[in-house]
């Protein structure tokens, strides 16, 4: 009996273990090697190269003036505006004078006077009232000191006026009528007559790259894509406190307003003919630059050493030969 009851619990447990779900099997993952495919491969070739500084330019006159007021003030009147073409020696702004125009006209008097009384006085010289010598040197020191206070009336009174320094065009106006006016501080920008040029503030390493003569492109952001030929007219000198690069176009362009901006590329250095490849190639590692090479199905690493390098591509001086073919990301 035992026997038997013991030979169903087996039986039991085989079916039980039947209807159980069976594991499925783990999937088969095929790993293949990463193919390079004809686009990413790029055969190493002899072309032109130009290495460019991209900098943000701003367009103004070749002449240019900054002016303001040498005395503090209110601004009576200004006679010109934004835009207005004025001829050399006009009258731009004046400031509130004040009595500075009759205390001028006084002094002037005072002046004629101590003219005549000098004058009187040479005259009696020989007679029986001839004047001393020390009348005389009195009445001299009149006379200077009344031409010391014409001159200074006269100074001041030219304080609060404002003259075009030579003819041209008002770009800008910094005050209203009626404002308070701070000596010194720019009151308005006067550009000269002729074609504009393009101007970039530059720190000392990019300044120690450039030189006069460089080519250069000049983008004014008008939408149109074309450049503005021109070249590097000056350069700051090293440790002066201008900053300031001029850049001229080879023939005046009405694309290049005054007061608007753009960019500039500057030609540092070109080659006609350098063995090139594209910067995507290139990887760095350690300091130092490699290439992946393709030898038929095989590829390797090398080290290589670069001169110019555009926005695309690096001039190649060590490491690779023309035709070589590399692997470009």
Known sequence: MKKMMLAGVVALLATGCSLLPK??????????????????????????????????????AAREAELYFRSSGRLKRLHVTPGQTVAAGALLAELESGSLPYDLQSAEIELEKAKLNLEKARARIGFVDEPSEADLRRLELELQSAELRVRRQQEQLADSLLYAPFAGQVVSVAAAEGDMVESFDELMVLAGEGGAVARATVDEATAARLRAGQAVDIFPTDGNPEPVRGKVVSVPQVGSQDKTLLLAPDKPSDRMRIGRNGKAEVVLESKADALVVPLSAIRTFGGRKFVTVMESDARKEVAIKTGLESDQYAEVLEGLKEGDRVVSR
Request: zero cysteines; glycine letters at 2%; charged letters at 25%.
């Open 23 to 60: 594991e499925a099997a783990p999937p088969v993952v095929e790993v293949q090697e990463a193919q390079v495919t004809q686009r990413e491969v790029v055969t190493v070739r002899r072309d032109a190269i130009e290495s460019r500084q991209t900098l943000n330019v701003t367009f103004g």
